[in-house]
């Protein structure tokens, strides 16, 4: 990861754009151009790739003048807390941790197909007060371009609430976003998409906190005896289905390591 004071960060951004291709060029100098114009910004960092990236990109331009924040809640799983901790503290950002209490929505415990519209409804909220408090009229995301493709009532909620999408503003795509993120030497450039726990609940299911902490017990049982990256353990009641990235079946290809789990 490119490392320094802001004006060398900076430095070292524009020293790899010969790397890029025109077009990731252009997009990567917009999205810089339109984060420096917010002055200040809150940055609505998961840990994720997308986020990661916007999050390092207005640390370069903003420098004190943008702030990390993440959302603890128990759909969050703990492991995703402490990365976004980690890797906050390598980029040099202000990170602030707020709790989000979506499990107190019944429209969110209900677990309709609309179900992130409530989740990220409260999140927009939390961000909002959080935002006045500190004087900070800006919130930015991670969301990319083909994040707003197909069903996505999440992006909806966020957008009633004002935040604002540098990465998709500019139709910068998840393709290029791991491009833009390996040549800054992001660390989880390639880290796969990771949804809350509760997208591992079939809709019209209830969400409980009891629900959510065995997904996440048995994801973490599952990792620390196969390695397994790209993973879901979606709770179907009374059985669980068990889903890998094709790259990585052949992590379970041992019967007494498929006996234990």
């Given amino acids: 990861m490119l490392t320094g004071n802001n004006d060398e960060l900076l430095t070292g951004v524009n ?15 917009s999205v810089l151009k339109e984060i420096k114009s917010f002055a200040k910004v809150i940055v609505a960092f998961s840990g994720g790739v997308d986020s990661t990236l916007v999050t390092f990109l207005a640390k370069v331009v903003l420098d004190e003048n943008a702030i990390a924040v993440t959302a603890d809640s128990p759909s969050l799983p703990a492991k995703e807390l402490d990365e976004a901790r980690q890797l906050a503290k390598e980029i040099g950002i202000k990170h602030m941790i707020i709790r989000t209490d979506e499990l107190e929505d019944p429209s969110y415990l209900a ?20 935002a006045s408090d500190i004087g900070i009229s800006v919130i930015i995301d991670g969301t990319n371009a083909d994040d707003l493709k197909g069903h996505r009532p999440g992006a909806t909620a966020l957008s009633e609430q004002g935040v604002r999408r540098p990465l998709s503003d500019v139709g910068m795509t998840k393709a290029e976003v791991r491009e833009l993120s390996r040549l800054l030497g992001l660390p989880n450039y390639d880290k796969p998409s990771m949804p809350c726990l509760s997208s591992r609940v079939q809709y019209g299911q ?22 397994v990256k790209d993973l879901r353990v979606r709770d179907h009641g009374n059985s669980a289905r068990i889903e890998v990235g094709r790259d990585e079946r052949h992590l379970f290809f041992n019967e007494d390591l498929l006996d234990r789990i």
């Fill in 15 to 29: 020293r790899i754009f010969p790397e890029m291709s025109p077009t990731l060029r252009y997009k990567t100098e």
């Fill in 206 to 227: 209830v969400i409980t906190p009891e629900r959510l902490w065995r997904i996440e017990r048995s994801e973490n049982f599952i990792r620390s005896v196969t390695g």
């Fill in 111 to 130: 677990n309709p197909s609309n179900r992130c519209y409530f989740c990220k409804k409260e999140l927009g909220k939390k961000l909002k007060l959080l």
